[in-house]
């Protein structure tokens, strides 16, 4: 079964039960996680996932709250798998991923560098496109955020899902997203609070019209945002009227999506 799990659908601000961004994704037979924010960890614990056992980490920036819990699930792979792992481990991101693990390995260990099993780093540049060891296709679309920072697109043979990370407005995204069936969109703030670093309902709805994916998934909602208002039907007044979820952590979504747009026949 392919799927994505909503490990953590939080933003900066802490919640009691939303960790810091990170999902986790089941597809051409690869276990992917995308981003590792803070309480990564324990949620992927907590959910019952293979935390030990996934063979992909998708970095989309260097934001604590995408990649603090990344010490946590290395020291926990070196030391807390008995028996010890040995499957390989393929870490993705934007260049300057591995000199980010050389600067944790000298502040905290080894282990960041070397946890026992073989590591790879993969460094991708925006506009390029790779394959996971699974088979599934990976390509990364520069973002507003960072300087490092990407949205990743994943094509594999049941489903395609993309991930904007964090971003603010950029061309070309939505038709990067083009014909996805799953689209993880972060929707930070309003429209009259966002700056050009994040996304608001009227900019995720002119992504969505663009990229017409079977399902959206918005996220990194931050929460005076999310449980002061409707965020769905905000980003439907904007003009994406497609099936529209707000995440939370735990969730599960079956991929292709049962109850998409392709679904409803809308
Ligand atoms: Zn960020």
Known sequence: ?????????????????????????????????????????????????????????????????????????????????????????????????????????AALGDYLLDPGFPLAFRELTPGSRAELSCGVALSVHETAHTEESHAVRMDGPEAAVGYTGDTGPVAGLGRFFAGVDLLVSECSLTDDQVGDNHLSPTRVATIAAEAEPDVLLLSHIYPHVRERLDVPALVAAAGWTGPTRVAADGMSVALPVEWGRSASGS
Request: glycine share 14%; charged share 15%.
């Open 1 to 105: 079964m392919s799927r994505l799990v909503v490990v953590g659908s939080g933003t900066v601000v802490p919640e009691a039960d939303r960790g810091c961004s990170s999902y986790y994704l089941e597809l051409g037979g690869g276990r992917i996680l995308l981003d590792c924010g803070a309480g990564a960890v324990q949620s992927l614990a907590r959910l019952g996932l293979p935390w030990s056992g996934i063979s992909d980490l998708v970095i989309t920036h260097f934001h604590a709250d995408h990649v603090g819990a990344v010490p946590g699930l290395f020291f926990a792979l070196k030391h807390g798998i008995t028996p010890p792992r040995r499957d390989d481990l393929a870490v993705w991101g934007p260049p300057g991923t591995r000199l980010l693990f050389e600067r944790l390995a």
